[in-house]
Nanobody, 115 residues
């Protein structure tokens, strides 16, 4: 079993920056690919970014160019650096991993972008 705990969500003004963190209960070397997802009110959960154990990142959605995913395997931590935040980035952000065929999710952290 894996426990993931996100932190760092906050209210931030448009154009601002924020860094989210995710602490994992297991060694990051065991977890493989990890990712950040988000879910805005009334919308489906969407993938924001993924990163492999070796640090290869992928940004399939609207975060490309503004967000940066990273991981510190020695600290069992995953990060999401967000810049140039927009109102449409407002959502609950979740970290996620798949371990031995089972998806694990954190409880989420709220990011609100508003003036």
């Amino acid at each position: 079993q894996v426990q993931l705990v996100e932190s760092g969500g906050d209210l931030v003004q448009p154009g601002g920056s924020l860094t989210l963190s995710c602490a994992a209960s297991n060694s990051m070397w065991e977890l493989g690919i990890m990712g950040w997802y988000r879910q805005a009110p009334g919308k489906q959960r969407e993938l924001v970014a993924t990163i492999t154990t070796g640090g290869n990142a992928n940004y399939p959605g609207p975060a490309k160019g503004r967000f940066s995913i990273s991981r510190d395997n020695s600290k069992n931590a995953l990060y999401l650096q967000m810049t140039s935040l927009k109102a449409e980035d407002t959502a609950v952000y979740y970290c996620m991993t798949n371990y031995r065929g089972i998806d694990y999710w954190g409880q989420g952290t709220q990011v609100t972008v508003s003036s």
